[in-house]
């Protein structure tokens, strides 16, 4: 069982440089979400999607854009990356929001430098 | 909006000891509480979650957390703790009708032997 897979798990940019975090789950679940994680401020929520076609903005959403084109898919994109946006990026999914239990991926490492 | 507030950002505890992990959050309606982990280098999993019903929850691992609607809080306990459950704890909360988690800023405990 693969789960949340996250592609790639670590990766160095530069600022300005642009890139694409995958995010493939094999659940068929309808809800899917990206979060940061920043030492001593827990998780925070970017985008999330309540289906394929849908995106909405979560609670830090500048400088991030996202896609849902295909159910089991959640691309994060990032435009013009900034040394702000150095984080752990973790990607989830659940059955039916937030009620139910979110899945995890292991984590993509982004360092900008 | 709802928040949470984990209490202790660190917690070194020795084995075979008993641990507690604070939480408390603030809501205006009813409230759906969970507790995640997170080892070293991995995603984060369920532990517990207290959706409605009795106030006290057992989950895996010999962990239990009990809701207490009148203190707003949501304290996750084990009576003897092992080596491997050295990780970091995340509350979490959400309403009726949201989609998405709120998280704390995590509590990491460390056991040592």
């Known amino acids: 069982n693969a789960g949340v897979t996250q592609t790639p798990k670590f990766r160095v940019l530069k600022t300005g440089q642009s890139m694409t975090l995958l995010c493939a789950q094999d659940m068929n679940h309808e809800y899917m979400y990206w979060y940061r994680q920043d030492p001593g401020m827990g998780l925070r929520l970017i985008h999330y999607?309540?289906?394929?076609?849908?995106?909405a903005k979560g609670e830090v959403p500048d400088g991030y854009n996202v896609s849902r084109l295909k159910k089991q898919n959640f691309l994060l994109g990032l435009e013009s990356a900034a040394p702000s946006q150095t984080s752990v990026y973790f990607c989830?999914?659940?059955?039916?929001?937030?009620?139910?239990?979110?899945?995890f991926g292991q984590g993509t490492r982004l360092t900008v430098v | 909006a709802q928040s949470v507030t984990q209490l202790d950002s660190q917690v070194p505890v020795f084995e075979e000891a008993p641990v507690e992990l604070r939480c408390n959050y603030s809501s205006s309606v009813s409230v759906y509480l969970f507790w995640y982990v997170q080892y070293p280098n991995q995603g984060l999993q369920l532990l517990l979650k207290y959706l409605s019903g009795s106030t006290l929850v057992k989950g895996i691992n010999g962990f239990e957390a009990e809701f207490n609607k009148s203190q707003t809080s949501f304290h996750l306990r084990k009576p003897s703790v092992h080596i491997s459950d050295t990780a970091e704890y995340f509350c979490a909360v959400s309403t009726t009708g949201d989609y998405k988690l709120s998280f704390g800023a995590g509590t990491t405990v460390t056991v040592r032997a």
């Open positions: 989830a999914s659940s059955v039916q929001g937030a009620r139910t239990e979110a899945f």
């Open positions: 999607s309540v289906g394929e076609g849908t995106t």
